[in-house]
């Protein structure tokens, strides 16, 4: 646990001091990858912890992104404060929705969420209950504020993303530490043997969902105030696959994993514009060559060491 | 822990090589935003042949005011998020105006971007109507709006004496735009819209939809969508058996139109789009036919590159006259002094909202050659 | 009653296409329990390396239009397969004793790299068959004008539909595939080479779905590196519909998919058309999960 914290403390450092050294482009680029982080951190919780196939991430991300949007443009309330509503929003939509598919076996699931994310993205082109303004989406969202101050530039959206980033790693790092999350990752590596430890599995599983979907809507929020025009095709099936693409190739469950893999699944592309339309087809390959090499991602979690005698000690742990 | 090494090179090479690149000042950059990849890239790859190719031959004259042009190009994916990271990108390059882009809502998702570093954007591609109604002084477009297009839609169809329309959209945000304003035109003037519904784009069989829109019996359909979808229509359409004219906004605009259709569906199809190079008699637009033609082979096929090149010219115009490369500059001259500049679609002149002035539509009719038809 | 009818045949013509291209989802899902997200490349594919053999040999000129078009069917057939083995041995048999999710993030990698591959070679333009290669003749049944390039390709993916399934059911090798998807621990031991058997499976699928290519190229005559994405992810949706590993499922599933579609084109709306058809398609999983004929493969408790 030390070595670890030291890391993530020295990251958080590097991090803060980076808009400095950086352009503007480059400081958007890393904006860029931190959006993903929070989202894919937030599919963690759902794939990398709980292990359930999830395909349709992006669906929650756009009712966040839409909610907000919709609020803030309509009721002219401030993006920020809108964002716990966008979240939660984001989180009854997974509870209605997952509800009814939780028991579902690994590939079905899969499938399941493909639907569910084009359903919801053919919903918002339609113009569904006539406030998703149809394929032009939504424009002149609001950029947020904090006491007054304007966020507008790439800098300050960064320490925005980067700090609302950090919060969600701290929080994170505190439910893979917990009971809570100790039961999702025991669903993951056998479902019945859990089941039999006395853990309500479809419980666990639907708060995951919901966990997660909260996360993303929340995140949608910044999305829609940073970009100020949201439209559908934002929050296609694509989008959902680079979300799991960075979880599986980063290390799923692993949060320093994901974190690594949002910085090359985002960045990459953009330091590879110079290759122009061959970009993506690089792109594919190394999605390929990555899980022949190196399956298990780039930093898997590794084993949890608990220190037994403590634990003893203290009469029976947390 | 070796990932994370080259990554930092990685990141360090790509710092180092735009700080070098920004070190170039005596060129005139001009930068040029469009879809290289993604699913209009077709468009954006004609866009970047158009303009590269009326820059090199600026150079070959001497270049602006004794200085080469240079275009700097970014693909924006036709993705709005793309755009933006293109966008942001292209602010760093040092470039007096920005070209682009195709598609409303890619080219709005830059249009802040750019209004926050002032740089000057001349759009072609992009005809939604509130691009230019948000106040942005350094905004222009060479393309016209989809109101205006509408106009004409709903003017040429009430001329042809249709009373039972039906209209078709593919949802993206340009046809729905242009499908609505006709909608609203055409029922104010007492006409009877048979039937509004969208079809998918990307697929190929609408033999459904057709069949739907047979028994609501209209006298005309009139498709807002692209000329892909255009083409399977025409095609199902003779295949079914069914005669009803056809109608097309200026997305059909493209010679592949007729090569998907068929010469025998495609006769008789019409459509609205500024006339093309090919049709216009000015010794500009014939100057680059010629060159074209012989730098490619054939014709240009979409008239949105084409308002690229015309985009192209008005900045190098602008530049060439003002002798200055600053945006706020650039974007005063093409807004007071350029009137009736001779552009590779017609005439070119920008009203105080940055949108193109003067009556760019006409309507073309497809014969049974297949050729396109400029309708008086 | 006449519009019914006439999408109910609408509905079966391209339903007939989703079920050719679902049985290639079917056979690799039962033998590997991976969802190939690259099939629908493999159907571009098909459809891409059908105008180019058409165009470059010039056949229909040569001989006249039926053998041509046979010639070709078989051309493409054989070539899409070959690349079919190519992307297992690749791109999944390495994967083989790993997560199933590191074979599906491979399979997404395979379709990327597959459409930008074809975006590269042939270009982002949309390709246009030759016409006037097929009659366009009509005939009338019950009142409707059905063109018979249409029953024609109907007729085609039930025969390539029944001939499967014979193979399938009654031959060695076809008894060797089942044995193989239902267990492949056992069938080693029964003296199989399952290599051999994935390897079939994968030339198999792959054809068919190029053979859809090359049929949808010709009767539709537009192709575009994109295409391969909405046809695969509806026979996908398919081969669930009517029970993933099921090769009768498949048949069932893709007929009934086109049908719903039309139908629900013609009687709710056309823009919603696709979401019914996933609301379907979930509704189907939360009830019956196993789909309309049920799957045949094990289950592991």
């Known amino acids: ?318 | 822990m070796k990932r994370k090494l080259c990554t930092l090179g990685f990141l360090t090479l790509a710092l180092v090589a735009l700080t070098l690149g920004s070190a170039w000042a005596e060129t005139i950059r001009i930068g040029l935003m469009c879809p290289l990849t993604g699913s209009w890239a077709s468009e954006g790859q004609d866009m970047k042949q158009i303009v590269e190719l009326l820059a090199a031959e600026t150079n070959k004259a001497g270049g602006i005011n004794g200085n080469q042009v240079e275009i700097v190009v970014e693909d924006d994916g036709g993705d709005p998020r793309q755009a933006a990271l293109a966008a942001t990108r292209l602010t760093t390059k040092e470039i007096s105006a920005v070209i682009g882009t195709y598609g409303s809502s890619v080219t709005e998702a830059s249009q802040n971007i750019y209004a926050e570093s002032g740089i000057l954007q001349v759009a072609t591609g992009s005809t939604a109507i509130r691009l230019s109604e948000k106040s942005l002084p350094l905004f222009f477009r060479t393309c016209p709006r989809d109101d205006e297009q509408g106009t004409v839609a709903a003017k040429t169809l009430g001329d042809l004496g249709y009373g039972k329309i039906a209209i078709l959209h593919d949802n993206t945000s340009y046809a729905k735009g242009l499908a609505d304003e006709a909608k609203s035109l055409l029922e104010a003037a007492g006409k009877t819209i048979a039937f509004y519904d969208a079809l998918t784009p990307g697929e190929r069989d609408y033999n459904a939809i057709l069949t739907k829109l047979k028994s609501a019996a209209p006298d005309v359909i009139f498709f807002t969508g692209y000329y892909p979808e255009a083409g399977m229509l025409l095609r199902q359409k003779m295949e079914m058996g069914w005669n009803v004219p056809m109608m097309g906004g200026d997305a059909t605009n493209n010679p592949d139109l007729v090569k998907i259709a068929g010469n025998q569906a495609a006769e008789g199809f019409m459509f609205l789009s500024p006339p093309v190079p090919a049709d216009l008699d000015t010794p500009e637009a014939k100057a680059f036919m010629d060159a074209y033609k012989a730098a490619y082979g054939n014709a240009p096929g979409s008239v949105w590159a084409v308002l690229a090149g015309d985009a192209y010219r008005v900045i190098a115009e602008a530049i060439a006259q003002t002798k200055e490369t600053s945006s706020e500059k650039l974007a005063a001259y093409l807004q007071k002094e350029m009137k009736d500049f001779s552009g590779l679609t017609g005439k070119i002149s920008f009203n105080e909202k940055g949108d193109r002035v003067g009556d760019l539509y006409r309507v073309y009719k497809v014969d049974a050659a297949g050729a396109f038809v400029l309708q008086p | 009653m006449e519009e019914f009818f006439q999408q109910l045949t609408n509905g079966l013509a391209v339903g007939g296409i989703y079920a050719l291209i679902a049985l290639g989802y079917t056979m690799v899902y039962g033998v590997l329990k991976l969802i190939n997200f690259a099939h629908g490349d493999l159907f571009t594919i098909g459809a891409y390396l059908g105008l180019t053999l058409l165009v470059s040999m010039g056949l229909f000129d040569k001989i006249g239009p039926l053998p041509a078009v046979i010639l070709l069917a078989v051309m493409v057939m054989i070539l899409v397969a070959i690349i079919g083995a190519i992307l297992e041995r690749v791109a999944y048999r390495p994967l083989r004793q790993s997560p199933r999710l590191s074979a599906v993030v491979s399979a997404l990698g395979a379709s990327i790299f597959f459409q930008n591959a074809i975006m590269a070679i042939y270009s982002p333009k949309f390709l246009v068959y030759p016409h006037d290669i097929l009659p366009k003749a009509a005939i009338n049944v019950l009142g409707m004008d059905i063109p018979i390039m249409r029953i024609i390709m109907f007729m085609t993916s039930l025969v390539l539909m029944a001939a499967l399934y014979f193979f399938i059911q009654k031959t060695k090798i076809g008894t060797a595939i089942r044995a193989a998807a239902i267990d492949q621990g056992a069938a080693k031991l029964m003296g199989i080479n399952v290599d051999r058997v994935i390897m079939l499976v994968f030339c198999i699928g792959p054809a068919l779905g190029g053979a859809a290519g090359l049929m949808v190229g010709l009767y539709y005559g537009q192709i575009n590196f994109s295409m391969g994405w909405m046809f695969g992810l509806k026979a996908f949706t398919a081969a669930i519909l009517g029970g993933i590993g099921n090769i009768p499922g498949a048949m069932v599933g893709g007929l009934l998919l086109g049908v719903i579609e039309a139908m629900g084109a013609a009687y709710i709306s056309i823009a919603w058309k696709d979401a019914i058809a996933f609301c379907v398609l979930i509704l189907i999983l939360i009830v019956r999960p196993t789909g309309l004929l049920g799957e045949r493969v094990a289950e592991k408790v």
């Not at chain 1, 509870?95 to 969420?113: E, N, S, W």
């Not at chain 1, 084009?118 to 918002?124: G, K």
């Not at chain 1, 669903?187 to 419980?203: L, T, W």
């Not at chain 1, 993303?216 to 296609?236: D, L, N, Q, R, V």
Request: aromatic residues 12%; hydrophobic residues 55%; positive net charge.
């Open chain 1, 1 to 318: 646990m030390k070595s670890s914290t030291i890391y993530y403390l020295a990251f958080a450092a590097a991090m803060a001091v980076c808009p400095l050294f950086l352009n503007a482009y480059w400081t958007d680029v890393f904006n860029n990858v931190g959006l993903y982080a929070i989202l894919a951190l937030s599919l963690n919780v759902i794939l990398g912890h709980c292990g359930l196939f999830h395909m349709g991430h992006a669906a929650f991300y756009a009712i966040g992104a839409y909610t907000a949007a919709i609020i803030n443009t309509s009721y002219g309330i401030p993006i920020l404060w809108v964002m716990p509503l966008a979240g939660i929003l984001a989180g009854i939509f997974a509870m209605i929705v997952a509800r009814p598919i939780i028991h579902l076996r690994g590939d079905y699931l899969l499938i399941v969420t493909i639907g569910i994310v084009e359903i919801v993205r053919i919903a918002l082109i339609n113009n569904v209950f006539d406030i998703t303004g149809g394929a032009n989406g939504i424009f002149g969202i609001s950029r947020p504020s904090v006491f007054g101050y304007k966020i507008s530039k790439p800098d300050q959206f960064f320490y925005l993303i980067w700090g609302f980033a950090a919060v969600t790693i701290f929080l994170l790092l505190r439910l893979e530490h917990s009971r809570f999350g100790r039961a999702l990752m025991y669903i993951k590596e056998d479902e019945v043997a859990a089941g039999g430890s006395g853990i309500n599995v479809a419980h666990h599983k639907l708060v995951a969902f919901i966990i997660g979907a909260v996360w993303a809507g929340m995140c949608g929020t910044i999305y829609a105030s940073k970009m100020t025009i949201i439209a559908p095709e934002s929050f296609s099936f694509a989008e959902s696959v680079v979300l799991f693409t960075i979880v599986i190739l980063g290390g799923s469950g692993s949060i320093p994993g994901v974190i690594l893999g949002s910085f090359l699944l985002v960045g990459l592309p953009e330091v590879f514009r110079g290759l122009a339309e061959y970009r993506m087809l690089v792109f594919g390959a190394a999605m390929v060559l990555m899980m022949i090499f190196r399956n298990q991602g780039l930093l898997p979690p590794g084993p949890k060491n608990y220190n037994v005698a403590d634990l003893l000690q203290a009469g029976g742990g947390k």
